[in-house]
Nanobody, 127 residues
Framework: QVQLVESGGGLVQAGGSLRLSCAAS????????VGWFRQAPGKEREFVGG????????VYADSVKGRFTISRDNTKNTVYLQMNSLKPEDTAVYLC????????????????????WGQGTQVTVSP
């Protein structure tokens, strides 16, 4: 079992930056792969990026590649999403999710792959 809590969202102007955090409970957090997703009003939840349990591999959606970076600190049971060069179309609720470790990182791109979800944090990017 793992519980996830996101933080760090807010209002930022286009071109600005935010860093989101996903804090997890549980002593076995280092055994979980983590993904970030987002959901805008009226739209389906979409994959943003994922990271393996060790942090050695990451994968990103094309829409955020080169602008967003995922990292993790297993000593703090926390995964981060650094978001730079933000655009109005990045506006959404951002959620983190966790699942058991995977061999194929592509699995992390699927919403259905995750068993644990946080409640989300709102990110609003103004023009």
């Amino acid at each position: 079992q793992v519980q996830l809590v996101e933080s760090g969202g807010g209002l930022v102007q286009a071109g600005g930056s935010l860093r989101l955090s996903c804090a997890a409970s549980g002593r076995t957090f280092s055994t979980y792969a983590v993904g970030w997703f987002r959901q805008a009003p009226g739209k389906e939840r979409e994959f943003v990026g994922g990271i393996t349990r060790s942090g050695g591999k990451t994968v990103y959606a094309d829409s955020v590649k080169g602008r967003f970076t995922i990292s993790r600190d297993n000593t703090k049971n926390t995964v981060y999403l650094q978001m730079n060069s933000l655009k109005p179309e990045d506006t959404a609720v951002y959620l983190c999710a966790a699942r058991a470790s995977v061999n194929d990182i592509v699995v992390l791109t699927f919403t259905s792959a995750y068993g644990y979800w946080g409640q989300g944090t709102q990110v609003t990017v103004s023009p």
